[in-house]
């Protein structure tokens, strides 16, 4: 079975600063999708960053960046000059082809001005 | 490319009515799924339509239906409306291939309330 686990259930930084958001997963798949999406207090999800697993590459989206993993399974996004309209709930998810989306439980991001 | 359209976007049922929601995929998307976020629970998956089929499905009991039309528009219904299913439902599309990576995009949602 496939999991994705967000540790961080709350967070907060300030207005400029850098943050990480965690996420591992499980699975015994070698070729998958990993994605970060954000939705912010108005609730349209919105995808910020995606990754292939079968590229080393860490993807890279303007302020947004991500360090993966793979041997450890884990998937972190890294903030860049936080802005406020980054405040928002940030889920981590995984799907390889054909298959559901999984997705964690999610981590909730205030920026402090 | 319009994004993905959800209908309706409130909608306050009774317990035991049932009820329809409607999503619209973005254009030449193939595959829709379907989420019910709450806040105790987070998302929930609910099922996966690919070209009329149902591809995958959740953990939810048999009130909750889909269906998905041969322009790839999807309904979700549930009978015999519970308070439990008081919850933000939750549409996303999906050109169902490797071209774009698998990814979804989600629509704003219906807000469904039952009381």
């Known amino acids: 079975a496939q999991t994705v686990t967000q540790s961080q259930p709350e967070m907060s930084v300030q207005e400029a600063e850098t943050v990480t958001l965690s996420c591992t997963y499980d699975?015994?798949?070698?070729?998958?999708?990993l994605f970060w999406y954000k939705q912010p207090p108005s609730r349209q999800m919105i995808l910020v960053i995606r990754?292939?697993?079968?590229?080393?590459q860490n993807a890279t989206e303007n302020r947004f960046s991500v360090n993966f993993q793979k041997a450890a399974k884990s998937f972190s996004l890294k903030i860049s000059d936080s802005q406020l309209g980054d405040t928002a709930m940030y889920f981590c998810?995984?799907?390889?082809?054909?298959?559901?989306?999984?997705f964690g439980t999610g981590t909730s991001l205030t920026v402090i001005p | 490319k319009a994004g993905v359209t959800q209908t309706p976007r409130y909608l306050i049922k009774t317990r035991g009515q049932q009820v329809t929601l409607s999503c619209s995929p973005i254009s030449g998307h193939r595959s829709v799924s379907w989420y019910q976020q709450t806040p105790g629970q987070g998302l929930q998956f609910l099922f996966e339509?690919?070209?009329?089929?149902?591809?995958n499905k959740g953990n939810f009991p048999g009130r909750f239906s889909g269906r998905q039309f041969s322009n790839s528009r999807s309904e979700m219904n549930v009978s015999t409306l519970e308070l439990g299913d008081s919850a933000l439902y939750l549409c996303a599309s999906s050109s169902g291939t490797r071209v774009d990576q698998e990814t979804q995009y989600f629509g704003p949602g219906t807000r469904l309330l039952v009381l």
């Open positions: 998810a995984f799907r390889y082809t054909g298959n559901q989306f999984y």
């Open positions: 339509y690919f070209s009329e089929t149902q591809r």
């Open positions: 990754q292939e697993a079968y590229k080393q």
């Open positions: 699975t015994s798949e070698s070729n998958y999708y």
